[in-house]
């Protein structure tokens, strides 16, 4: 297995890599065609129907897609702030999350580099922030998805160049072909254990980068 040399940084995704997709997918699929269902005097079925077809009419590829605002506003649900707290108890970690980041965070600086908004990130990372430095969120800092152009703003932001930064991700647009156009040392991680060349877990990212 290669080594890697001259690190400073490692940079994290947050849901499907640091923490599950529960909370999320409990906000989306759950909790707004349930606030719609009341609003509207629809049953649940029926709420989650329109939901999931107007989710569909936007598109992952588009910013409103992860925008919680947009979608509360949209529906007119009103604030999203007391509706998340209230699934805050579906957040879960990955079992080997806070042993990978108690080993790197003695070598290195860690960081979460998300796709998602600020206030789902509050939620996510509550229980280990700590070992974070910082936390940047595509959305919310540069209204942009996981482009090279954030990445490369991570960098400057860091002080750091990017061949001293890697990062892992579940999302193999966003966090591997992304941060390797402006040179990030980056891994796929593919949970499913299939994917060529991908990581399994966070495990071996840290099997390439602790001294033993
Ligand atoms: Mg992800």
């Known amino acids: 297995m290669d080594r890697l040399d001259g690190i400073k940084v490692v940079s994290f995704d947050a849901e499907g890599t640091l923490v599950t997709t529960d909370f999320s997918y409990s906000i989306w699929y759950e909790a707004i065609p349930q606030k719609y269902a009341e609003r509207y005097g629809v049953d649940f079925a029926t709420a989650r129907g329109v939901i999931e077809a107007e989710y569909k009419k936007v598109g992952d590829q588009r910013l409103e897609w992860y925008d919680v605002r947009y979608w509360f506003k949209r529906f007119g649900l009103g604030s999203p702030e007391p509706v998340m707290a209230d699934y805050r108890h579906r957040v ?37 922030e700590p070992y974070f430095g910082r936390v940047f969120s595509s959305l919310s800092d540069y209204r942009q998805l996981k482009t090279p152009e954030f990445y490369q703003e991570i960098c400057k932001e860091m002080g750091v160049c990017p061949e001293q930064i890697v990062h892992v991700g579940d999302n193999r647009e966003f966090d591997f072909v992304s941060p390797r156009k402006v040179g990030i040392h980056a891994f796929y991680l593919d949970r499913s254990g299939q994917g060529d060349g991908s990581l399994a877990s966070l495990v071996e990212l840290k099997l390439r980068l602790v001294d033993l």
């Not at 042993?99 to 960081?111: F, G, P």
Request: glycine letters at 2%; a negative charge.
């Open 92 to 128: 879960a970690y990955y079992p080997e999350v806070k042993d990978v980041l108690t080993a790197l965070s003695q070598q290195y600086t860690l960081i979460v580099a998300s796709g998602s908004m600020r206030e789902f990130l509050c939620h996510l990372l509550e229980d280990i």
